[in-house]
């Protein structure tokens, strides 16, 4: 064997060592490093898993370099001997805590789906996650399951928006690993505004929202980006997969529902008919028209959010966002897709582990009455007669939505009825008429709700309310469970308030005159402002008192 041979030998086995030893040096990082790395594994795991591994996984593309003591993370939050495992977050903290953070999990797709090819030239995104005092190992999974199960160089960066915590170790610690940057609220925000905080921040082209509790499934990311890079109007949703909240057991959702909502406006999931099942057989990989979103997961172009003005950002904490941006979204130019070969599963819970400011029913009325005062037009009587409870919500000041609509040009609520949603049907008018009875300036006032109570005539104010009646089939003009009453059917005598009695003709009115008159049905005798707007009289109907001329908002 010649020198010269045994050197290039020599030469090569140095060479080889080298590269190994810095290999190694590289999955140990130095004491307090904070250099952003990816995530790996260093610890058993139940099952034989290794702990926090990001393993090989059908859609997983790279290998993962940075070993992050996932056991370390998790011991402070364990779930104590003898303590309710669903106390702190409402589902079974036990059972999660059990489950690496890259555990595998059934590729749910459409076999169409699993065969489809995907553009290696897409636009890449920010995944923006809030979340107040999560369960560490389900934040730590849906991160994990992120990173793992997307491109890398579709993810640019993922925000994680602490609203508030009360361990901010639970987001910090977090912040080293790769691509993860932690914004932590230094109050109490909800989950509305901390989204609008972490698009505002985000420094890619995409928002990619997800809830705190998922799990990313196979090739979930590039059907939503494909949808949104041939039309940026487009939001679109992955198809939800369930993850149990008793025993984190992933279980795959149905294809054939798309979100909708009744006159409650209450999210719900409304099953395709015949019809709209058949038309999917050619292609069950279509994207799906969808009224409404859930609201926890989609994605959208950041350009086209901030167009459409965001979340309303006077709603508070959680609920009735979804309805409201979906809304937004359909009459002011935009869709809204669920894309079904995109799986994510999520978590549900039965209530809600935090607390809501104000109390979580008071916070989603008031959110809802918000949606629906700027984007259901006259159709807004529907959901009152839904929710009578809702009329003496007050929904704060709505101009700078208004003005919004305004700037867009955007369609009504009947455009919606007919060409998106012609499933939701409008139901018989709440009474012959509705709204508020005005007289000039004022209208009638029953805010002493009461029994024998006075009927006021005071300058509207536009909030409902005690300025919010209406003239049933029945004849008669409520507010809530009272109804405007003569005690005496004689002229001069006050009108008051009583709790509404069926067949009682002292209850009993009609629109007369050109319906400028309120006459009660079984007199000659009408409603009269004559002795002044503190105090409310019938007297004999005359068309040319001008003092007997009311007006309700809406007559049917």
């Not at 997961?297 to 609920?319: C, H, Q, T």
């Not at 009646?469 to 003009?477: A, C, M, P, T």
Request: glycine share 6%; proline share 4%.
């Amino acid at each position: 064997m010649s020198r010269r041979f045994l050197r290039k030998w020599i030469l090569l086995f140095l060479f080889i060592g080298t590269a190994v030893t810095f290999f190694w040096i590289s999955l140990t990082p130095a004491e307090g490093d904070g250099e952003k790395k990816s995530v790996h594994m260093d610890k058993k795991r139940t099952g034989g898993e290794p702990d926090g591994a990001v393993e090989a996984f059908p859609g997983s593309f790279r290998e993962t370099v940075f070993v992050f003591d996932e056991k370390k993370y998790l011991e402070k939050t364990l779930v104590k001997a003898g303590e309710d495992a669903y106390k702190r977050n409402k589902f079974n903290q036990v059972e999660s805590d059990k489950l690496a953070s890259n555990r595998q999990i059934p590729d749910s797709r459409n076999h169409q789906c699993q065969a489809k090819t995907w553009p290696s030239k897409l636009p890449s995104t920010t995944v923006i996650i809030t979340f107040h005092n999560e369960a560490r190992s389900t934040l730590l999974r849906t991160v994990v399951s992120v990173l793992n199960r997307s491109p890398s160089h579709l993810i640019d960066e993922i925000i994680l928006i602490d609203d508030f915590s009360d361990e901010s170790e639970t987001g910090s610690e977090l912040a080293r690993i790769e691509k993860v940057k932690v914004l932590r609220n230094e109050q109490r925000e909800g989950l509305i505004r901390s989204r609008i905080i972490g698009a505002k921040a985000a420094k890619s082209k995409v928002l990619t929202f997800l809830d705190s509790h998922c799990e990313c499934n196979a090739h979930w990311l590039e059907p939503l980006l494909q949808r949104i890079d041939e039309d940026e109007s487009r939001v679109v949703c992955p198809i939800i997969d369930v993850i149990s909240m008793d025993n984190f057991n992933y279980i795959a959702a149905i294809e054939d529902l798309y979100g909708g909502f009744g006159w409650d406006m209450v999210f719900r999931w409304d099953h395709m008919n015949e019809e709209e099942r058949q038309k999917r057989i050619g292609d069950p990989t279509a994207a799906i028209r969808t009224p409404v979103m859930a609201g926890g997961l989609f994605a959208i172009s950041k350009a086209y959010f901030e167009k459409i003005g965001f979340y309303d950002p006077e709603m508070n904490v959680w609920g009735g966002e979804n309805i409201e941006i979906s809304l937004r979204v359909w009459l002011c130019g935009g869709t809204l897709e669920i894309v079904p070969c995109s799986r994510v599963g999520h978590v549900f819970r039965k209530q809600h582990p935090y607390s809501f400011p104000g109390g979580s029913g008071n916070v989603f009325a008031r959110n809802t009455v918000r949606a629906v005062e700027v984007w259901l037009d006259d159709y807004r009587e529907y959901y009152y007669q839904s929710v009578p409870s809702s009329r003496f919500v007050q929904a704060g000041n709505l101009t700078a939505r208004f003005q919004l609509k305004k700037r867009l040009e955007c369609k009504t609520f009947q455009w919606f009825l007919e060409n998106v949603y012609p499933r939701l049907k409008v139901p018989n008018p709440p009474g012959l008429a509705s709204g508020e009875i005005r007289h000039g300036l004022y209208c009638l006032d029953a805010k002493s709700q009461s029994n024998g109570g006075a009927v006021e005539l005071i300058t509207c104010h536009g909030n409902k309310g005690a300025q919010d009646w209406v003239l049933s089939k029945e004849n008669r003009i409520r507010n809530n469970d009272f109804c405007l009453t003569v005690p005496k059917p004689v002229p001069g005598e006050p009108v008051v308030l009583n709790h509404c009695k069926p067949e009682a003709t002292e209850q009993q009115f009609e629109l007369s005159h050109h319906k400028k008159l309120i006459k009660m049905q079984q007199y000659d005798l009408c409603l009269d402002s004559s002795e002044g707007n503190q105090q409310l009289v019938v007297n004999r109907c005359d068309f040319n008192v001008l003092s007997q001329h009311f007006k309700f908002s809406r007559i049917y």
